[in-house]
């Protein structure tokens, strides 16, 4: 399946829907915005650049790269956008905007793997000595990024202790709005207001109330319910509302979109691996 879109045009692509739950056929939270066909990464969990290949997507030009915040499945697949593009021929340096915290994470990830850049740099492979830099910028609320192909806006969200950004994407032809993880927010319901696409996390309620009182508190807590998502997107009434990074905790897709259906009347698809919103 080709993701790209045609010339100046906008899609989306869910590269990975999964939770911290290791999940058959669901890889780690990420998503390429693209248009013009670049890619803008938002998020890279597990096994971020394998699915970009499967998604059809230029891995030369994963270039671009947002990160909502700094919870390890959202995150693991740091090191697989740094390198394996590189040693696949990208000689641009990785531009990464994220809360605070994304530059020593960087910093640990390049050191680490010293090792590794320095044989690919001096031995006797093929190979450039800029692909494998990263630009890391700490981020705040407001206009953070803006090209000829698209202005990308952050916004915080609510997400326990962390300092977590939902990102809005204004291209030319289409917005897209992406909540992050989140409990209900006020500013995301504004941010995403008439937006063509809102991508939201999300859990099952019926799965929920099978899970121990401890997750409950913290589940309630941070992230975002059927029910709760159902408000925010009668509120907001973006024209297609994307489900992802759902917890179904047993529950099946159907279920889960019953549960939104019962107080969402507007279009609404519970997100897989691989789909594209052109």
């Known amino acids: 399946m080709c993701a790209c879109a045609p010339q100046n045009s906008t899609s989306l692509v869910l590269l990975g829907t999964g939770t911290p739950n290791a999940e058959q056929g669901r890889w780690g939270p990420a998503l390429a915005v693209i248009s013009n066909n670049q890619p803008y990464i938002v998020d890279f969990g597990a096994g971020v650049v394998h699915r970009s290949i499967e998604a059809g997507l230029d891995v030369t030009k994963l270039t671009k790269a947002f990160l909502t915040h700094l919870h390890s499945d959202h995150t693991v697949g740091y090191p697989d956008l740094i390198l394996t593009p590189w040693v696949l021929g990208r000689s641009e340096p990785l531009e990464v905007f994220g809360p605070p915290g994304i530059r020593a994470m960087t910093e640990h ?115 975002t319910s059927s029910e709760q998502l159902a ?15 759902q917890l179904f905790w047993g529950t099946s897709d159907q279920e889960l979109l019953a549960e939104i259906k019962q107080h969402y009347s507007g279009k609404v698809v519970s997100g897989k691996d691989l789909e594209v919103y052109p």
Do not use: M
């Open 109 to 223: 990830v390049l050191a680490a793997y010293k090792e590794d850049i320095s044989e690919r740099l001096q031995g006797l492979q093929p190979s450039n000595d800029t692909g494998w830099k990263v630009n890391a910028h700490e981020i705040e609320e407001g206009l953070i990024y803006d090209d000829t192909n698209v202005q990308v806006e952050a916004f915080p969200v609510e997400h326990g202790s962390w300092k977590a950004y939902g990102y809005k994407f204004i291209a030319p032809d289409r917005t897209i709005v992406i909540s992050a993880d989140t409990a209900p927010s006020d500013i995301l319901i504004e941010k995403s207001k008439g937006c063509d696409i809102l991508v939201h996390e999300v859990y099952s309620l019926a799965g929920f109330a099978k899970r121990p009182a401890d997750w409950q508190r913290y589940h309630a807590s941070v992230h």
């Open 231 to 245: 408000e925010i997107a009668s509120k907001a009434q973006p024209k297609l509302l994307i489900l992802y990074h």
